[in-house]
Antibody, heavy 121, light 108 residues
Framework: EVQLVESGGGLVQPGRSLRLSCAAS????????MHWVRQAPGKGLEWVSS????????DYADSVKGRFTISRDNAKNSLYLQMNSLRADDTALYYC??????????????WGQGTLVTVSS | EIVMTQSPATLSVSPGERATLSCRAS??????LAWYQQKPGQAPRLLIY???TRATGIPARFSGSGSGTEFTLTISSLQSEDFAVYYC??????????FGPGSKVDIK
């Protein structure tokens, strides 16, 4: 059974940093691209970042480019999101998602339960 | 950026009835269109990708159609567990993946 378990969320002041983690199991992690998708409270879904199986393709939404860094450790079956210079509009539930393909295609076939990031003073 | 719009915002349907949801892209996305279902307090679930291919384990009452800029998700006979919010998402404009604002299906 595929499982994606996010951690690392919490309350943080504007301008500070936070690192999210996603522990994957139930599939061959290094065979698939992975993504982060977020959802602000009561709002819709927003793609944040993607990374291919071999880290060869990495990209970010314009809203987070230059502030967030996605990475993965295939030996640990883990995905990460380093978030710097956090702003109030980064407040959201952050989902770790698996791509249906090896390369970054953007079809999110499995989702974690999310980790909540709240940016507030 | 490709902008996705969905209609209606809310659809009230009785159990057993058919529900039809629409999704429109601001420019052609070919068949690179997915649909997701999200219930309150839960993560989204992939229903359809490639505009019409059902994801693993998705019941046959869910079907997708369309290409280019106009797409439809049809639920042939609504079950109680189908009342949820449905999002369409384009993945043609890699990697600028964009979602629609969602359509809520609630009980009439």
């Amino acid at each position: 059974e595929v499982q994606l378990v996010e951690s690392g969320g919490g309350l943080v002041q504007p301008g500070r940093s936070l690192r999210l983690s996603c522990a994957a199991s139930g599939f061959t992690f290094d065979d698939y691209a992975m993504h982060w998708v977020r959802q602000a409270p009561g709002k819709g879904l927003e793609w944040v970042s993607s990374i291919s199986w071999n880290r060869g393709d990495i990209d970010y939404a314009d809203s987070v480019k230059g502030r967030f860094t996605i990475s993965r450790d295939n030996a640990k079956n883990s995905l990460y999101l380093q978030m710097n210079s956090l702003r109030a509009d980064d407040t959201a539930l952050y989902y770790c998602t698996k791509d249906i393909f090896t390369v970054v295609r953007g079809v999110f076939d499995y989702w974690g339960q999310g980790t909540l990031v709240t940016v507030s003073s | 950026e490709i902008v996705m719009t969905q209609s209606p915002a809310t659809l009230s349907v009785s159990p057993g009835e058919r529900a039809t949801l629409s999704c429109r892209a601001s420019q052609s996305v070919s068949s690179n269109l997915a649909w997701y279902q999200q219930k309150p307090g839960q993560a989204p679930r992939l229903l359809i990708y490639g505009a019409f291919t059902r994801a693993t384990g998705i019941p046959a009452r869910f079907s997708g159609s369309g290409s280019g800029t106009e797409f439809t998700l049809t639920i042939s006979s609504l079950q109680s567990e189908d009342f949820a919010v449905y999002y369409c998402q384009q993945y043609n404009n890699w990697p600028r993946f964009t979602f629609g604002p969602g359509s809520k299906v609630d009980i009439k």
